[in-house]
């Protein structure tokens, strides 16, 4: 019964995020502009929605913004098995056709300062206009954070289309082209590369834009690298680089020790011994969301242009470090995974700003999750908190 309760508390939980984020977004389409002070409390957020879009930067009303007809992404997660040998016998291709560039991320046009402090790099795929926007308008918002010049780049490759003939094919390549197009006209954030957008090509992903920010984005202090679906807490992330010196090795986020490769052949993981022989991956970071400082980006560039493909991303990253005899540091405030996505457990609390406040990263957010959280932590009236120190602004070591 109470697990009933529950469950019906979930969905209309779910019910008025979707409700929120649609207002949200039908409210920033119409580009008007909301003088009412914001509210700090999720329950008159969630009935006043437009009162939240105040805060948000405007649109570059030139700057005429995309919609895509599908709001629902297709996660890049593998539909069929694996078929291992055609990845061997491809994987010597590993260079790709930039489709879509911003050369000028970096140079600092138009922009005071020059180098960008922090670049924020996000994994993304076509289909996620809604998210996209979500991080544009939150925590992925470039210009100055707390004197900190941040830039912002997502990425991406060519979706997979279920045309099956060639022509179908050709159009739907034409048609995101198009669009990704115009939403890098909007809002020159897009990198696009000419591999098929899969699970499976997230290292080529990797590749690619280790590649791409050492050649466009050469002094760039530090990276953040993560997913799409993660709230990420800018300013404790900025307090935890501040002393951190860009110019020595640094990679910092959720280490994973002594993982075992998965040798069931169901799993989405699944690396047979003739592909991985060992019995534990290198030390890596999760990929949901790590930080690396502008020496170990370029390091890494070199290093991991000399390790075969290795069709998990975050471990092929493991591999790049261990070549380079580079730890990653674990950090307590990246939780990429292990909290329950706010929806699913509100009874966690996992809705209070006040533990997000102490976080620099937490995972499995929905674009209507990231808005919400984000207006609670930086509306006008703050939380009021137990714990008044953020946890990622405590003393970390980076080294044994
Ligand atoms: C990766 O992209 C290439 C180029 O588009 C494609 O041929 C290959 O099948 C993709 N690999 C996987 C594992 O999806």
Redo the contacts with the bound molecule.
């Keep these: 019964m109470r697990r009933r309760l529950r469950l019906r508390g979930d969905a209309a939980l779910t019910l008025l995020l979707g409700v929120t984020l649609g207002l949200l977004l039908y409210a920033q389409r119409d580009g008007a502009a909301r003088t009412t002070s914001a509210s700090p409390a999720l329950e008159q957020a969630v009935q006043r929605p437009n009162l939240v879009h105040r805060s948000f930067q405007p649109l570059d009303t030139a700057a005429a913004p995309v919609f895509y007809d599908e709001d629902t992404p297709a996660p890049p997660t593998?539909t069929e098995p694996?078929?291992f040998d055609?990845?061997l016998r491809?994987k010597d291709?590993r260079r790709?056709p930039l489709l879509i560039n911003q050369p000028h991320k970096c140079l600092g046009d138009g922009l005071p300062g020059g180098r960008p402090d922090l670049l924020i790099a996000v994994k993304s795929v076509a289909a996620d206009f809604e998210r996209r926007q979500a991080v544009r308008q939150t925590w992925g918002a470039e210009g100055r954070v707390q004197g900190a010049l941040v830039r912002r780049v997502f990425l991406l490759?060519?979706p997979?289309s279920a045309g099956t003939n060639g022509a179908d094919e050709m159009d739907t390549q034409a048609h995101w082209r198009t669009l990704l197009s115009a939403e890098s006209r909007a809002y020159a954030d897009i990198l696009l590369w000419?591999?098929?957008?899969?699970?499976?090509?997230l290292t080529?992903k990797e590749i690619h834009f280790l590649t791409w920010a050492s050649a466009f984005c050469p002094d760039v202090r530090f990276v953040f690298k993560g997913d799409a679906d993660v709230f990420v807490h800018v300013v404790n992330l900025l307090e935890f680089l501040t002393p951190r010196d860009p110019s020595q090795d640094l990679l910092a986020g959720d280490v994973i020790m002594q993982a075992r490769p998965i040798r069931a052949r169901d799993s989405k993981y699944y690396i047979p011994e003739a592909v991985y022989g060992l019995s534990a991956y290198p030390t890596y970071a999760g990929g949901g969301g790590f930080v690396l400082s502008g020496a170990t980006l370029r390091r890494l560039a070199s290093a991991c242009a000399q390790v075969e493909l290795f069709?998990i991303d975050d471990v092929f990253l493991g591999m790049c470090l261990q070549r380079l005899q580079l730890t990653p540091e674990s950090h307590p405030a990246f939780r990429t995974f292990g909290i329950p996505q706010p929806s699913e457990a509100p009874h966690l609390r996992t809705f209070d700003p006040c533990f997000y406040r102490e976080l620099v990263l937490v995972h499995g957010l929905s674009a209507a999750d990231i808005w919400l959280m984000w207006h609670l932590l930086h509306g006008p009236r703050r939380p009021v908190c137990a714990h008044p120190r953020p946890a990622a602004a405590g003393p970390f070591r980076w080294g044994p």
């Design positions: 593998p694996f078929d055609h990845y491809a291709q790709f490759g060519v997979r000419a591999f098929d957008d899969t699970f499976f090509n080529l069709p």
